[in-house]
């Protein structure tokens, strides 16, 4: 049966407000040396702060659609893309809710199931699945709403945010199931092949694989930052040709051109680039008996930006003539107008691993299938909001809100 949807974090003005002067009476002392001067002060500061909040930085997204019938799908069943956003207070530029989301948020529980699936090269992939046998809206597993969630560059099912869309999955009553790239989740390379933004092989054999499986249930993913780069460019490459019903896009770089540039400026390599790199060196090192025999495994530890692993590792792996050529080819905006299903794409235009100028607003818009739904901030993978943003984040109730318009609703949507 249907079920009414929960809104978690938005604040209006009232909540602000109160949350302000719910801080300012607890934690100001009355009087600079022994008068009110402190407490004036820090009141004027505090109306001022919260006019410029409410005038500049809490805004409703931008929706971009072409098609009529999708908005209004959007604004009936996913009514968080029309409301205002507020992001958290005290920390609302993109850098900063990029940096504090994996510290802030909170881990939910989730138990997994492993599963090891070949593939046609002799390699492996680890799929981990949130089965939801206790589901009590879908008792039936065979008819079990599925999500396939593909998490972002170095990403594991471990991450923040997709415990996070599991938790919002579980009450809603769906399964899930995380495709973790090859070697990065604890298994064996067996096979000298990672994985990059481009090649939709492995992809393609896992929705193949968790369809076969369950062919009567609704199935639909959902992919965040290179998840989610991965997800369009399988989508673009097969149309309408797919299982999946719908797909939701999180944060995703949408020119990779522009992506490892913006990452290239100084403050951005420093807080972002160089760690980053890093992390990619430290998912293949574990591997190195087996990468060595194709890659220089010293020159590729000497990388010190993405650019430069990619150069050294990436495109040569997928045998690309050139990290152009890779870089052409793993560009979502090259492939948008081709992708076949309804599609939802959460963008933040503060988000320094995907610049707002790069996102293809004119592309979308000749795609009927396509909604864009663009904050002024929130980072990236970033969309914090509340005082204290330890749980539900803007991107997880879009997540959840489209899910379930999609699993519940979509009789409509596919109308169009």
């Known amino acids: ?117 070949k593939t046609a090269d002799g390699g492996q992939i680890s799929l981990d699945w949130f089965d939801n046998n206790d589901s009590l809206y879908y008792p039936d597993a065979s008819t079990r709403p599925t999500v396939l969630l593909l998490p972002g560059l170095t990403g594991t099912s471990k991450e923040s945010y997709i415990l996070h869309m599991i938790h919002q999955s579980e009450t809603l009553g769906y399964r899930c199931v995380v495709f973790n790239n090859r070697g990065i989740a604890g298994e064996e390379l067996l096979t000298p092949r990672t994985y990059c933004a481009a090649n939709t092989e492995d992809l393609e054999a896992v929705i193949h694989h968790v369809h076969s499986l369950h062919p009567s249930a609704p199935f639909m993913a959902a992919g965040v930052s290179m998840g989610g780069m991965l997800l369009l460019n399988y989508l673009g490459k097969t149309g309408r040709d797919t299982p999946l019903m719908a797909a939701a896009i999180f944060s995703a770089g949408w020119n990779v051109f522009e992506s490892v540039e913006s990452l290239e400026k100084p403050l951005n390599w420093l807080l972002f680039n160089y760690y980053l790199t890093t992390c990619l060196q430290s998912s293949i090192s574990r591997h190195r008996k087996m990468l060595e025999k194709l890659f220089d495994m010293d020159l590729v530890m000497k990388a010190r930006t993405v650019r430069e692993f990619d150069k050294q590792f990436t495109s040569v792996m997928f045998g690309y003539p050139t990290i152009d050529d890779y870089y052409e080819d793993a560009s979502p905006c090259r492939k948008l107008k081709s992708v076949g299903i309804p599609v939802l794409c959460l963008n933040s235009m503060d988000d320094v691993f995907s610049p707002g100028h790069a996102i293809p607003v004119e592309t979308a818009r000749q795609n009927a299938n396509v909604a864009l739904v663009l904050t002024s901030c929130g980072g990236h993978i970033g969309f914090l909001e509340g005082i204290w943003p330890r749980k539900c984040t803007y991107m997880d109730r879009v997540f959840k809100q489209f899910v379930q318009a999609v699993f519940e609703h979509g009789n409509k949507i596919f109308s169009m």
Request: proline share 7%.
């Open 1 to 117: 049966p249907p079920r009414p949807r929960q809104r978690c974090g938005a604040m209006d003005w009232q909540v602000l407000t109160r949350e302000l002067s719910l801080y300012l009476e607890s934690q100001v002392r009355v009087g600079l040396f022994g008068s009110g001067v402190g407490l004036s002060l820090v009141l004027g500061f505090g109306v001022a702060y919260a006019c410029y909040y409410l005038s500049s930085i809490a805004k409703k997204p931008q929706l971009v659609a072409s098609n009529d019938h999708f908005c209004r799908f959007l604004e009936e069943y996913c009514p968080v893309v029309t409301e205002t956003y507020y992001p958290t207070i005290w920390c609302w530029e993109g850098r900063v809710q990029t940096l504090l989301r994996p510290f802030i948020t909170s881990r939910p529980q989730v138990q997994y199931r492993n599963e090891l699936i």
